[in-house]
């Protein structure tokens, strides 16, 4: 299996099939739209790549970061829905926008999908609602992690649960490092 890539673009196809070379080899490589359009020909990519293979050929997927392959993953295992149809989904609207329609229950927005009906929509919201926070590793949950670390830190210095209400409100999403810095400074 071949895990990640990493290259010079030689060829794009809009058809959403790159050419990459790596060691002397080149690699064609079928992409969501949302990923081919971050490349550029002649520049060097590094692609995490899902190998999938049938009885008559080896295809390789590629994907700008190891999340966006986890989401293909959990699409491939949503019965009817094959590497080419998830390809499509992820195509059709970015991974962010997709987590929260499936969340949401929001099947018109994941019908607007070429090739994705409604019933289609709807069976992708029964099996995969609240299982994808975790596949494409929300960076939300990573800043309320941030925010009841710097809400801990501040804790252990000895301030009040009024005062950290207060000054944590002021403070805007970022690494812990800046948000405790903030939040310093909004108490002080």
Do not use: C
């Not at 050929?57 to 994907?63: K, P, R």
């Not at 919201?125 to 926070?133: A, S, T, Y």
């Amino acid at each position: 299996m071949i895990g990640w890539l990493s290259g010079t673009i030689r060829e794009i196809d809009p058809a959403g099939i790159v050419l990459l070379e790596t060691g002397g080899v080149g690699y064609e490589i079928t992409m969501s739209l949302q990923t081919l359009v971050k490349l550029k020909q002649g520049e060097r990519a590094e692609l995490s790549i899902h190998t999938h293979v049938r009885e008559d050929q080896i295809t390789l997927f590629g994907f700008g970061n190891g999340s966006e392959r986890s989401m293909f993953r959990k699409l491939t295992t949503v019965s009817g829905i094959g590497a080419r149809m998830a390809l499509n989904l992820m195509s059709g609207m970015a991974t962010d926008e997709f987590i929260t329609a499936i969340e949401n229950a929001d099947d018109l927005a994941i019908a607007r999908t070429p090739g994705i009906g409604k019933k289609t929509a709807q069976r992708l919201i029964l099996e995969l609602q609240g299982k994808l926070g975790a596949a494409a590793g929300s960076s939300s949950s990573l800043q309320s992690n941030h925010l009841s670390e710097v809400r801990s830190a501040l804790t252990n210095l000895g301030y009040k649960p009024a005062q950290l209400d207060a000054a944590l409100k002021k403070v805007e999403p970022a690494d812990f490092e800046t948000m405790f810095r903030a939040a310093l400074k909004a108490l002080g």
